[in-house]
C-alpha cells in the first residue's frame, strides 16, 4: 500500500511538473538605434534551450493598445507552446499603435526597422537561435496580425513563415481608427500611402511557395470581411496558405484558441526545413 501511495504521488509529481512546464520568462530591454531608445520585449526560453542546440524563433506580435507583455499575461501557456514545440517566442514592443510600420507622417516611429532588422539581430546574438529565415516565424493578433504579414511579405530574406489571427489585413476601410491617421497621414491626404502599406495591397511581393502562411479569423470579427478577401486574392495568385475560420470575435478567447493552431503550423515549418 505505501508502495502504491508512493508511485501514485510521483505520477502526481510527475504530471504536476510537465504541465506547468519549465520553460524560463525574461523581460529584456533591447536599444533601437533608430528610434534612439530602449524597447522592451518578453523572451520565453523552453526547458531544452541550455541543451545547447540553436533553436527557431517565433516573434509573436501584440495588437493596438496593448505591449509586449500582453501575451504571457493573457496567455500564460504559451509557455507550455515554447516547451512543447521546442521554440524561443520573442513578443516585441509595438507601441500602442505603431500598425508596425517605418511610419513617413512620424520619424519617431519605425517599428518597421526596429522588428525585422533591430530585434532580430539582438535576438540571435543573444541567443542560441537558428540564424536564417528557416528559423524564423511571425505572427500576431489584429494591429500585430497586419504587421507580422506587413514584415514578412517585405522581409522574406528574414522570415520563412508568417501568421495572422483577426489582422487588420486591409487598413483603407477603416481611416478613422486605431491612431492610423497618425503613422500615415490621413487617407484624403495621403491616399497612395495606405496603398502602398495595406497588407492586401502586398501580394505582389510574393511568389508561390516561398512564404508560408497561416491566416485565421473569427465570423463575427470585424476583420473578417477583410481577412476574407485577403483568401480570395491569394487563391487567385496561387499562393498556399492555410486559412481558418471559427465562430468567435475580435478577443482574447479567440487568439488564446488561435495561437495553438498557429505555433503547430510554425513547428511543422520549421521541422520541414530542417536540413537533412
Not at 501584440?62 to 509586449?68: E, F, I, M, S, V
Not at 537558428?130 to 511571425?138: L, T
Not at 478613422?176 to 487617407?187: E, I, V
Request: net charge neutral.
Amino acid at each position: 500500500m505505501n508502495l502504491l501511495r508512493t508511485l501514485l504521488l510521483f505520477g502526481l509529481f510527475a504530471f504536476f511538473h510537465f504541465s506547468i512546464g519549465a520553460a524560463t520568462v525574461d523581460t529584456v530591454a533591447t536599444y533601437s538605434s533608430s528610434m534612439k531608445k530602449m524597447i522592451k520585449a518578453v523572451i520565453v526560453t523552453p526547458d531544452s534551450y541550455t541543451a545547447g542546440q540553436e533553436l527557431p524563433v517565433v516573434y509573436l506580435l501584440h495588437g493596438y493598445g496593448g505591449n509586449y507583455s500582453d501575451w504571457i499575461k493573457k496567455v500564460p501557456t504559451i509557455t507550455n507552446a515554447a516547451d512543447l514545440h521546442n521554440v524561443i517566442i520573442v513578443c516585441p514592443d509595438g507601441n500602442v499603435g505603431s500598425w508596425y510600420f517605418d511610419s513617413p507622417a512620424d520619424p519617431s516611429f519605425k517599428y518597421e526597422t526596429y522588428v525585422a532588422d533591430e530585434l532580430v539581430n539582438w535576438v540571435d546574438s543573444h541567443y542560441k537561435t537558428i540564424k536564417n529565415r528557416a528559423g524564423r516565424a511571425i505572427t500576431g493578433l489584429s494591429m500585430g496580425g497586419h504587421g507580422a504579414l506587413y514584415l514578412a511579405f517585405r522581409h522574406q530574406s528574414v522570415f520563412g513563415v508568417a501568421g495572422s489571427m483577426s489582422g487588420g489585413v486591409d487598413i483603407r476601410p477603416f481611416p478613422s481608427n486605431w491612431d492610423m491617421a497618425k503613422r500615415l497621414g490621413t487617407y484624403a491626404q495621403f491616399p497612395e500611402r495606405w496603398e502602398q502599406n495595406t497588407v492586401i495591397n502586398l501580394l505582389h511581393l510574393l511568389t508561390p511557395g516561398a512564404l508560408a502562411l497561416i491566416i485565421d479569423c473569427g465570423s463575427e470579427d470585424f476583420f473578417f470581411r477583410v481577412n476574407n478577401n485577403l483568401h480570395d486574392k491569394l487563391l487567385e495568385r496561387n499562393i498556399a496558405h492555410d486559412y481558418i475560420t471559427r465562430p468567435g470575435g475580435h478577443n482574447w478567447n479567440y487568439w488564446t484558441n488561435a495561437v495553438t493552431y498557429q505555433m503547430l503550423f510554425m513547428r511543422q515549418y520549421f521541422d520541414k526545413a530542417k536540413p537533412n
